[in-house]
C-alpha cells in the first residue's frame, strides 16, 4: 500500500489493488531498466494477446550505451495519426465525441479498459504536468512490459519519487495505457479518449506511440486547464539569441508540427567548407551560398509546449512572457541523415549523462544509438519521424526562468513554385506580419507540404486553431479568443511569417528561419521603418523586405519577394496566392460562431473581403 499517498480515486486503486504486481518506479533509470527487464538476446517484445490474432508484438526495445532504443513493427505507428483523439464526456466540444464515432457511450469501453488494466502487472508513477500554479497533479497507469513508454512519459513530464510526494498531492489528471484495445476495439487505429469529469481528467491511451498520450495528450489536460482560467498552453520553441554584439532577443517560433520549432533551437547548418547554403533550385540545379563568419549564441527556453499566463507578465509590459511546460523535449531528427550535420545535437545525444529514448532509430542491444540512423519504412525509404527525448536539464545554456518575448515568428511548410506548376510556395524569407494577421495565421494554421510528423500529408490541412488544436478537448471559438486577447495584450511583441523546405523554385529547408533568426536578432525588435518594407504582393504575406543583408551578404531579392523570381512570375504566384485565399475562407469559415470576439469578426470578415494589408495594421490599431 506504498502508493495510498497516491489519494487515487476509486476506480484508480481498485485497478492497482486487483493487478499481479505493480512497479512502483523512483526515477527515470528504475524505468530504463524496467524498458528492458525481460530482454533475451538483448532484445524486449512489446506485446500483448490478441484474441483472434495471438501475440502481436507492438515494439521492439534493447538498450543502447546512451539509453532505450524502441522501434514499432508497423510504419503506421512511427507517427501521430492527426485523427486520433475522441471525447468521451458530454461536456462542451467541438471534437469528436466517441459515441458519435464508435456509436456506442464510452462508460462501457472504460469499464473494460479498467477490467483489463486489473489483470495486468502494471507500473505507476506521479508526476506533475505543466509547472508553477498552473501545473496538474497527475499520476500514469502503464503494463509494466510497456516500460520504454512509461520512461518516455517520465523524461517528457517529469515524475516524482513516491517516497518523498508532497502529503497534499491530489491527482487532478490520470492517464491509462492499454495498447492491445487498439486491435481488439480500433480496427487498428491510434486512438486516444478524453473523459473530463467535473474534478478530474481522465486519459486513456489506446496506442504506444508517445506522441498522441505522452506527450499531446498531457498537452490536452494543460490547455483545458488554460481555456478555464483564461490562458493558453502555446506550440512553439523559444530561444534567447545572444548576438556577437551582445545583444539579447527572445524569438518564439509557432507553428504545425513540421513548422520548425525544434530547428529554431539547433545552430544554423553549414557547408563541408563553412558557408551555409541558401537553397538550391529545383529546375537547374543553381546553389546559393551565404558566409556568416559567426553565428549567434543560441539558449533553449521551450521546444514544443509553452505555458502563458498573464501572472507570468511583468506589471507594465507589453511583450508576452512564458515559460516551459515540459521536462524534456521530443526532438525530431529526420532532417539529419549524416554524421556532422548538427554536431551540437550529435555531441549531446552520443554520450548523454543521463539516459535517452530514442524512437525509430536503427540501434541493437550494447550499439550507440546514432540521431542520423533511422530506420526504413520499407527498403530504400527511411521513416521521415525519426525522435529522441531529450531532458531538459542535459540542454547546455538552458533558460529556465519565465521570458518576454520580443518576437513570434510562425513557420510554415512551403511546396516549391514554378510557372508550370503553381503552389502556394510564394512566402519569401520572411514576412512582417501586422498583429491582426498574426492571429489569422494562428486560427488557420497551416499544416503544409510534405509533413513528416503525422501520417496525413496531402494536400494544404490546417493544424487548427493556435497550431494546437489537434490536442485540445473544448471549442475552437474559446481558443481563437484566448489568442485574440493574447495578441491585444502585447503590443511590444513584433511578429514575422517563415517558411521552410521551398521559396518559390528554390529549396531551403530550415535556412529562411535560421538566417530570419540571425538578421532579426542582430536588429533587435524595434519596428521596420517604412522605407525598409513594402506591401507584399498577396496581402496574407503582410510586408516584404524590400532589401536583406546579413553581416555583409545581400540576399537576392527573389528570395523576399517570390513573384520576382523568373521560374515563378506574377501569374503563378497569384495562383499560389489564390490557393492561400482559397484555403483561409475555408478554415475562418469555421469561427463564424455567435461567440468569436467582435474585433475577431471585424479581422475575419476584413481577411474574406481580400483587404490591403494596412488595414490589419488598422483594425488592431483603433482597438489600442
Known sequence: MSWARFNLPEEAQQIVSAAPSLTLARNVQELAELAVSEAKHGWHEVSYDVPGQGQV???????????????????????????????????????????????????????????????????????????????????VICPANAGF????????????????????????AIIYIAPPFRHTHFDGKQVVVHHRAETLHELFSYNLYPGPSAKKGVYGMLIARGEEEGWVTAHCSTVQVVTPYDNHVIIMHEGASGGGKSEMLEHVHREGDGRLLLGENVLNGERRHLVLPRACELRPVTDDMAICPPSLRREGSGKLSLIDAEDAWFVRVNHINNYGIDPHLERLTINPPDPLLFLNIDAVPGSRALIWEHIEDEPGQPCPNPRVVIPRQIVPNIVNEPVDVDIRSFGVRTPPCTKEQPTYGIVGLFHVLPPALAWLWRLVAPRGHGNPSIVDTEGMTSEGVGSYWPFATGRRVDQANLLLRQVTETPDTLFVLCPNQHIGAWQVGFMPQWLAREYLARRGSVPFREDQLKAARCPLLGYSLRHLQVEGTVIGKWFLQVETQPEVGESAYDAGAEVLFQFFAKQLAKFDVPDLDPLGRRIVEACLSRVPVETYDELIAAES
Open 57 to 139: 508484438v507492438e515494439a521492439r526495445v534493447c538498450r543502447t550505451r546512451n539509453g532505450i532504443s524502441a522501434n514499432y513493427l508497423e510504419p503506421y505507428m512511427r507517427r501521430r495519426d492527426p485523427d486520433c483523439m475522441c471525447i468521451g464526456d458530454e461536456r462542451p466540444t467541438n471534437k469528436v465525441r466517441f459515441r458519435d464515432r464508435f456509436g456506442k457511450s464510452f462508460q462501457g469501453m472504460r469499464e473494460e479498459t479498467f477490467a483489463w488494466l486489473s489483470q495486468q502487472h502494471l507500473a505507476m508513477f506521479p508526476f506533475v504536468a505543466g509547472v508553477n500554479d498552473e501545473g496538474i497533479d497527475a499520476v
Open 149 to 172: 513508454f512509461a520512461m518516455g512519459l517520465a523524461l517528457l513530464q517529469g515524475m516524482l519519487d513516491h517516497e518523498t510526494i508532497r502529503d497534499d498531492f491530489d491527482p487532478q
